[in-house]
């Protein structure tokens, strides 16, 4: 008989009351989840949409901005292309310098524009110191792409400092004149004070100056009543400031007339001509004229001349009869050039009744003629003396 040790597993289900069975099926809507998935994909689509209109609005206007730069930019360089354009080729042409000081003109014809260019002279040569010009320039870049109805056309200026080449025209001034010869006198008036004065030259210089002990006469000296001791011949054509060999041989300045002797009639045109005399120079008539007279070899006057500007010799200046010279002389140049012939023999010398006086006005307006050759301008560059957006006022 078989023996049970265990008794049956007893079903141990919990059967829970169907009142307290709960199902999610019968509590959800499947439309109404349907139905939320579509409230929120609507908007975040519109949201979308605002982003990406946003990044494209932001995109081309940076878009915009770069292109407006680079075409002011652009424009920039061509108006600063036009303006230094302009200032080389009016420094290029520039034969003489305005008497006035002031000279305004409009370079047109260039490619995208045109420059209009001022020229200034800021400093009148005096003493020791020569002119001080300013040349200004502003390019107008006509042609140039911008964008935007209401950007201005585009300009740049531009100033440089110059001032006239090492020459003549940095002369001194040390007298009404000036002898490297020394000088003999047997009456005349030699006046020292400005007879017409220019802005920037001395008021009163000596009436004669001379190398150290080469005075000698009985002329009337004024304003003051003292003779300018130069020193040796060396000191004395330093102090000059004048390129003899440059002027003679080295093409320093353009005559505007080139003779042999002074036979003849005197220009007057163009004002305060240039004339230059390669040999020795006898003046024998009356002549009124105003300029400036460069003779290589030895200048005679025998005549009641009268000369307004500037007279340079490079040999003796001996004078009889009645000259009268407004401006300044100075002889003897061939002196300080060794190398140079004919050299003067002995002293100038002055008699009769001559009559020199300063004018620095008369000097001024010879100056200005007194231009360099057409193998170097009128004016010079001074180094590091550039200037951008030059202010005018």
Known sequence: MALRCCREPEDLTITMPEAMMTTTDETVDPGLMRADRR??????????????????????????????????????????????????????????????????TTISGLPGGSAAVSLRRVRDSAATAGDVWVAYATGTATSASRLGAGVPVASRSFAQVLTPPTGSTQMNVLAAWTSLNGMTTSGGNHDGADASHAAGYPNNVNPVATIAGGYSGTATLNNPSTVGNLGTVAAAYGATHIDWNGIVNGGAITPDYVRSNCSGSWPSTPAYPVILVT???????????????????????????????????????????????????????????????????????????????????????????LVPSSTTTALVLTRNAWLDNWPSY
């Not at 003489?96 to 002031?102: F, K, Q």
């Open 39 to 104: 409230g929120f994909t609507l908007p975040m689509v519109v949201l979308l949409v605002a982003l990406l209109s946003i990044a494209l609005v932001l995109g081309f206007t940076r878009t915009s901005a770069e292109l407006r730069s680079f075409s002011d930019q652009q424009a920039a360089m061509d108006a600063a292309a036009l303006a230094q354009t302009g200032m080389a080729r009016y420094l290029a042409n520039l034969s003489a310098l305005p008497a006035s000081g002031s000279f305004d």
């Open 279 to 369: 040999g020795n120079c006898n003046i024998t008539t009356a002549i009124d004229w105003r300029g400036s007279l460069i003779v290589t070899g030895n200048l005679t006057t025998t005549s009641s001349l009268q000369i307004h500007g500037v007279v340079l010799a490079g040999g003796n200046f001996n004078t009889t009869g009645s000259p009268q010279i407004w401006g300044t002389v100075i002889s003897g140049l061939n002196r300080g050039v060794p190398s140079m012939t004919p050299q003067p023999v002995g002293a100038d010398i002055s008699s009769g009744n001559p009559q020199y006086w300063y004018s620095s006005t008369d000097i001024r307006s010879a100056m200005a003629r």
